[in-house]
């Protein structure tokens, strides 16, 4: 049981980027998924999450930028950056609840992706 982050990468400011996540492995069931990051120098923050039904919450300084959505038949959480800014230049991760045959609940991580912002 995994989680498979891609999608980041170099981009301007007022860019956009897509990144995606997948859960993969014998999984039954899937809780709140998410997306973190890290800049450099700092402690890993909370960018936005989505509950099993659809409930969304976001930092406040992406609110109106990033729309984070998930796919449950396909086990993927996909968070979709416009109007990026240098200050979201980060290691993003993903983070899953998920429910396994080996593991009942537990709480995942996926390699981090990264996001620069630059000209």
């Known amino acids: 049981v995994q989680l498979q982050a891609s999608g980041g990468g170099l981009v301007q400011p007022g860019g956009s980027l897509r990144l995606s996540c997948a859960a993969d492995?014998?999984?039954?069931?899937?809780?709140?998924m998410g997306w973190y990051r890290q800049a450099p120098g700092r402690q890993r923050e909370l960018v936005a999450t989505?509950?099993?039904?659809?409930?969304?919450n976001y930092v406040d300084s992406v609110k109106g930028r990033f729309t984070i959505s998930r796919d449950n038949a396909s086990k993927r959480v996909t968070l979709q950056m416009n109007s990026l800014e240098p200050k979201d230049t980060a290691v993003y991760y993903c983070?899953?609840?998920?429910?396994?045959?080996?593991?009942?609940?537990?709480?995942?991580w996926g390699q981090g992706t990264q996001v620069t912002v630059s000209s």
């Open positions: 983070n899953a609840d998920l429910y396994s045959v080996a593991s009942n609940w537990r709480n995942y």
């Open positions: 989505i509950t099993s039904q659809g409930t969304t």
């Open positions: 492995g014998r999984i039954l069931a899937i809780n709140t």
